[in-house]
Nanobody, 125 residues
């Protein structure tokens, strides 16, 4: 049984930072593509960042390149998303996803994932 649990969301002022965590159980993050996504009210879910730790490969949406950093701790089976210089337009529910059927920027597309967490809300004012 695969379970992804996100945490670390909250309310922050513009220019602030947050670090989201995604703890995985029943699934090893070490050799898989993992991703972070976000969905604002009334908008489609969009890919933010993806990581494949075995190859040290990361990909980012153009909108967050240089602003967000994805990383993972294999010992903790956890994936992180460090978000800096946050803006009001970053306000959204943020989701962790696992097991992408592909690689690279293909893994910024939501339909290519098999497992999802429940999400954590990020609000920037």
């Amino acid at each position: 049984h695969v379970q992804l649990v996100e945490s670390g969301g909250g309310s922050v002022q513009a220019g602030g930072s947050l670090r989201l965590s995604c703890a995985a159980s029943g699934y090893g993050v070490r050799s898989a593509y993992m991703g972070w996504f976000r969905q604002a009210p009334g908008k489609e879910r969009e890919g933010v960042a993806t990581i494949f730790n075995r190859g040290g490969s990361t990909s980012y949406a153009d909108s967050v390149e240089g602003q967000f950093t994805i990383s993972q701790d294999n010992a903790k089976n956890t994936v992180y998303l460090k978000m800096t210089s946050l803006k009001p337009e970053d306000t959204a529910m943020h989701y962790c996803a696992a097991d992408c059927t592909g690689g690279g920027r293909w893994c910024l597309i939501p339909r290519n994932y098999n497992y999802w967490g429940q999400g954590t809300q990020v609000t920037v004012s």
